[in-house]
Every structure is written in structure tokens, then in C-alpha cells.
């Protein structure tokens, strides 16, 4: 049977590829995920018909040095190259694999299109899906600022105080215009009284965010501290979201399983 479906690689679990999925989830489209650990995709050949090396047969690979997380050499086909030409994951797929398409939001934004028919996730008109991408487009930013801070939590180098300062103003910056949307326009969702990927997005980069930093960092730090938890008081109204889509059934079927590590559900 011909494969029809939008295909995606990716690492798991990733709260940024969660996007998609509780997107997908809401829609009820069908993708095809191939994935591993963010430590064993080192092992796989990134490709649109991306499998671990040992099965692999094509040869066609070219080694490069991994960033943003990835410190081994990873291998990586021209053709992933071509549609994909930062190299990065998550990225997705048409099913002939002939149009590559990558960052988080930009995948969101796919799936979203691709389901309209079934539920607006996106917006009735044009300026509202700006509205949405608006908040896509800051959730954007947030995450660049704070990849530093998460990085660095890995590190076995010092965790700077300059760079615990930048990622705690780029959450308090982040949190303030949530709150301040919900508040001001006193909607049950961040765009309306609808859920929209506005609200997925944020869910996630939250996630991203506060899964990093609940951990102490591996090199004892005196200037570190838990950013979510000292500014929580603060956001009253982006706290009820979070609970509501913690709870909601789409949510949890793609979160559940890492989430209970962190005791969100009992």
C-alpha cells in the first residue's frame, strides 16, 4: 500500500515535536514518526528514509560535527541536506519526500493546514492566523534566548551568571505577554475562547522550558535557581491554561508518559 502520510524525524521525548503531535492528535491525522533518543541519533543516517546505520544500505553519508546539543559526529545524506539545509531535527516530510520542512512551529503550521477541514485550529480569517502567528513568532524568540541556559545545564562547563540572568528576563518577557493577553482580553484561550495552536504552542515551549530547568545544573552553580517556581506567583491566569491543557485528553496522550516523571499527573 502506498504510504500517503506526512513523515517525521525527530527526537523524542522532545516537548517541541509535542506541537505536532497533539496537533495531529486534535485532527486526527495520521503521521509516520521515526525516532530515538536525542543520545542515539547519533547512530541513525538522517535522511528522509532515516534508519539506524546498522540497517541502513545507503552509503551516500556525510559526516558532520553535531551542534545544538548533538556532540558526536553525525551522518547525514545529501538529500537531507538539500531539503532540510540547516540539518536540523525535528523536520517532516511530504510523503515523496521531495519537500522538506523544519522548525517546530513551521511543522505545527503544516499539520494545522493540512487538517483544516476538520477543526480550525488556526484562525477564521486572515488577521486572526496572524494574531496566532504573532504569538508562534515570540514563542520563536523565547526559545532561541533560553537554549543557551538549557544547553549550559548540561555542561560540564560553569553555567554563567550572565546567562542564568539573559534566560530568566527572556521567561518573565514570555510569561507577561501570556498572562497579559488572558488577562486583558479575558478569553478562556490565549486567541478566543477557542483552543488554537497559539495555546499548543505555548504548552510546549513552557514545557521545554520548565522540564530543562527543574533540574540543578551539572556543575555546581551558587548563582543558579529554579526561574519558573521564583516567578510562578506572577501568572495566574497562564497557569490555569497550562492545567486545562495538562488535562485535556489530546494533551495527555501525547505527554502523559514523560510528564508523570515530573509528577504532573498522578
Not at 181 to 203: E, G, H, P, Q, V
Request: proline share 3%; net charge positive.
Amino acid at each position: 500500500m502506498k504510504n500517503n502520510k506526512t513523515r517525521i524525524f525527530t527526537y523524542l521525548p522532545s516537548p517541541r515535536i509535542w506541537k505536532t503531535l497533539i496537533a495531529a492528535e486534535i485532527l486526527k491525522l495520521n503521521l509516520e514518526v521515526r525516532a530515538d533518543t536525542p543520545r542515539n541519533l547519533s547512530q541513525w543516517l538522517w535522511d528522509f528514509d532515516a534508519k539506524p546505520l546498522e540497517v541502513s544500505t545507503n552509503q551516500k553519508q556525510i559526516s558532520v560535527k553535531g551542534t545544538k546539543g548533538f556532540t558526536n559526529t553525525l551522518k547525514k545524506t545529501k538529500r537531507f541536506l538539500m531539503l532540510n539545509p540547516y540539518g536540523t531535527v525535528p523536520v517532516a516530510f511530504n510523503p515523496k519526500g521531495t519537500i522538506g520542512i523544519f522548525e517546530s512551529n513551521s511543522i505545527l503550521r503544516l499539520i494545522t493546514r493540512l487538517g483544516k477541514n476538520k477543526i480550525n485550529l488556526y484562525g477564521k480569517d486572515s488577521f486572526t492566523k496572524s494574531r496566532v502567528d504573532s504569538f508562534l513568532d515570540v514563542s520563536l524568540v523565547f526559545g532561541a534566548l533560553t537554549q543557551p541556559f538549557l544547553l549550559s545545564l548540561n555542561s560540564n562547563k560553569k553555567l554563567q551568571k550572565a546567562t542564568i540572568t539573559a534566560a530568566e528576563n527572556a521567561f518573565v518577557t514570555y510569561m507577561n505577554g501570556i498572562e497579559n493577553s488572558l488577562k486583558l482580553n479575558r478569553t478562556k484561550f490565549i486567541i478566543s475562547d477557542n483552543l488554537s495552536i497559539a495555546d499548543i504552542c505555548f504548552f510546549c515551549e513552557y514545557m521545554q522550558f520548565t522540564l530543562s530547568t527543574s533540574r540543578k545544573p551539572l556543575v555546581s552553580n551558587k548563582y543558579w535557581f529554579n526561574i519558573e517556581k521564583k516567578h510562578k506567583k506572577n501568572y495566574v491566569k497562564s497557569y490555569k491554561l497550562l492545567e486545562r491543557l495538562i488535562k485535556n485528553k489530546n494533551f495527555k496522550k501525547v505527554t502523559y508518559k514523560t510528564l508523570k516523571k515530573y509528577k504532573y499527573y498522578d
